[in-house]
């Protein structure tokens, strides 16, 4: 059976490691040839790597390791098969191996290492501790200088709409999300184009769909007029653009919510089990949606509002800072919810609600 080696590669000049973030598929799945299998990512820049051949993906490495040029990733065999996938790493050991191997100085995750990729222990010196770097650079030089089907993964790049203090607290949480690299701002006021907010540079908003050109792929906002969020969300699919969904690092998001995209999820935020969610929703600083509700395109759920369980809220609607629903509410589509609200009953659409309970007060034209 054929069992083919993927290799760390070189990824800049000075670049002698580089950090495997994560797998993009689990062990043993199958993979088609030009496949994006895992991220990489050095100093500057993050990475998709590509899957030379197709086949079944057997990873050496973990997520989170920093990984030498050249070294071992992984291994692509014809068939998935465990066990033949083992004797093949077994069989890279030269014969005796073991012997020296268990005579040696061994660091556990050098020992770890020249298990998985076969390393021939011969070549390391018998007068020292062996650490894993010592095994690393063996494998380096090792590893035939192959060229790797690497592409940089312009999703990574981001645009920010909006250069204000929002966006600045949103440039914040993609940077806290790890693996992404904010390019600039967009700003439709006219006298932000041409300068810099937050070290970054401010473009036109006219210039969207001249994003992709630039090698920028993605576009995050944090504009809170809902209309206008959808709206920049069309221009973004026709530009080529991916719509980020940026959840702060210290946001619970349960495995089982269903969301679509350009969504903000703030700090502090609870987003619980099988919530559905559509697109460009911004659920702001410790605001509270349980279990199994629902909340439509465009909805701002403001710093500090609490559901209950089993609610649904309609597209482009607005609860105020403070706002308290109780369960099993059915809120209606561009509704405004006033600061403090108590919504104890269903609300229909286009009405401004206040007070304890929650009463209409006015309409939306």
């Known amino acids: ?13 000075n670049d002698d490691v580089v950090k495997l973030l994560q797998w993009n598929v689990e062990r043993g ?47 692509v065999a014809a068939e998935p098969d465990e066990q033949a996938v083992a004797a093949h ?46 095994v690393l650079e ?20 981001v645009a920010v709409y909006g250069a204000s203090q929002g966006g600045i607290a949103l440039v914040e949480a993609i940077r806290a999300m790890g693996g992404y690299q904010v390019a600039g701002f967009l700003d439709d006021t ?13 473009w036109s908003g006219g210039e969207l769909e001249a994003l992709a050109g630039r090698g920028i792929g993605a576009l995050a906002s944090h504009i809170a007029v809902r209309e206008f969020r959808l709206r920049m969300r069309d221009r973004a699919f026709e530009a080529g653009l991916a719509m980020l969904n940026v959840i702060h690092p210290t946001a619970f998001v349960s495995p089982s919510v269903e969301m679509g995209v350009g969504n903000v999820i703030k700090a502090g935020a609870v987003i619980d089990t099988e919530v559905r969610m559509g697109d460009c929703c911004i659920i702001d600083n410790r605001a509270v949606v349980p279990h199994h509700n629902r ?14 369980g089993g609610c649904s809220v309609g597209e482009c609607t607005l609860l105020g800072v403070g706002t308290i629903v109780s369960s099993r509410i059915q809120i209606g589509r561009k509704v405004i919810a006033r ?15 206040g007070g304890n309970p929650a009463k209409i007060v006015g309409k939306r034209r």
């Open 339 to 353: 600061p403090g609200s108590v919504v104890v009953n269903d609300i229909p659409d286009d009405v401004l609600i």
């Open 138 to 157: 063996l494998l380096a030089e090792r590893a035939p200088p192959t060229a790797s089907p690497l592409r940089r993964d312009a999703t990574r790049v």
């Open 29 to 75: 799945a199958r993979v088609a040839a030009g496949q994006e299998i895992a991220l990489l990512e050095t100093t500057k820049a993050s990475f998709a790597l590509e899957a030379e051949t197709a086949g079944y993906l057997y990873p050496l490495v973990e997520g989170g390791q920093e990984v030498a040029v050249r070294s071992v990733l992984a291994l």
């Open 295 to 308: 909340i439509g395109d465009a909805c701002h759920l403001a710093p500090g509002v609490t559901m209950g």
């Open 190 to 202: 006219p006298h932000l184009a041409g300068t810099t907010v937050f070290g970054l540079p401010v």
């Open 89 to 134: 790493v077994a069989g890279l050991q030269p014969k005796g191996s073991e012997d020296r191997a268990a005579s040696l100085q061994l660091t556990a995750k050098a020992r770890e290492l020249i298990a998985k990729a076969g390393v021939d222990v011969s070549r390391l010196p018998a007068d020292r501790l062996i650490r894993e770097r010592d």
């Open 1 to 13: 059976m054929t069992i083919s080696p993927i290799l760390m590669p070189q990824l800049g000049v």
